[in-house]
């Protein structure tokens, strides 16, 4: 008997549902009437999703475009370049530049990348975001490094809004208890750019009685996308992607569909991580999703902030979110500990399944 094949992923295609919008430019109102249907939507969001787009989010336009510059300037660069330039990936650090690898155990993809640990800013450093170790190696480290800086302190600005709103929203006692694990001095979080280049078109095979006498109109040329950036969660908090206007994007919903979702350099997409998801005794889901590529004229260009507790920070089910009608899904855990656990298992894995209760 023949295996059934499922169809190759199409990109733009597919099911498409209305993608939560939320709009912060009231994000600083404190009148309840406004409050209140903002931090509803947002808890909604991550309860059936746990994505959304945000708009008019305040990060000032430069901040934004100088990162972009700075980011296609070092994928512009020759290979040994970014490989001197980023530093390589190395065998026990993820951080650093990165062609095609994603992680330690075998996962691959149709991309390269720059991952980068952050530090908060002590108060008056403003250019010492990203760990020194990796900014030295950067190339035009000033230039990079203030960009790149700018930009996280702006857009961990936002995910702390985000993230207070959804402490209002869950009614918590607390309400700053997400955002004071991403506000932490010594928060694990990073920051990434990913580069998406095209594929190059390739011609359909031609059928085996074709000439180039034949009358018949010239095949189309099309591809078939392949995986920029394989199926999976992020494990952090939260995570704020920026990209420019190339497609690629898709999430996948609760039933298992794929949604594309249409690229908008104007936007913020929020993914709720893993760390969330076990705070919220599995109430918020952290959404898989993964990217795709074809044969467009541009390349994709994303950067990614990744909010995450310190390494020695205890992430367990807020006890509001526990009742004996929702007993404790998770085992406490530090971080560290899962952190590690993801690094052992492959991208696609469900990572969280290993701190189950039952
Ligand atoms: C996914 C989210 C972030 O990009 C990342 C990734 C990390 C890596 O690329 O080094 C991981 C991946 C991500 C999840 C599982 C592990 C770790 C690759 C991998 C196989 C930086 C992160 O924190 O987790």
Known sequence: TKKKRSPPPQLGVGININIPTIDLSC??????????PLYRKIVQACEEYGFFKVVN?????????????QGNGFFTK?????????????????????????????DTGELEYLLLPTTNPPPHDSCSSISSDISQLISSPNNFRCAVNDYIEAVREVACEILDLLGEGLGVQNKSVFSKLIRDVQSDSCFRLNHYPPLKQQQQPQPPNYSILSTSPNPKPTTTPRMGFGEHSDPQILTILRSNDVEGLQICTRDGLWVPVPPDPSEFCVFVGDALQAM?????????????????????????????PSLNAWISPLPELVSPRKPFLYNPF?????????????????????????
């Open 280 to 308: 919220t005794n599995g109430r918020f889901v952290s959404v898989r999703h993964r990217v795709l590529v074809a044969s467009s004229v541009k390349s994709r260009m994303s950067m990614m902030y990744f909010g995450a």
């Open 57 to 69: 989010h305040g990060v000032p336009k430069e901040v934004i475009s100088t990162m972009e510059y």
């Open 78 to 106: 020759t290979l040994s370049e970014k490989q001197q330039a980023g530093g390589r990936a190395a065998a026990t650090s993820p951080f650093g530049y990165g062609c095609k690898s994603i992680g330690f155990n075998g």
């Open 334 to 358: 530090t971080w560290s500990e899962f952190k590690k656990t993801a690094y052992s298992l492959r991208l696609g894995d469900s990572r969280l399944d290993f701190f189950k209760t039952h």
């Open 27 to 36: 994000v600083d109102d404190h009148d309840h009437e406004i409050r209140s």
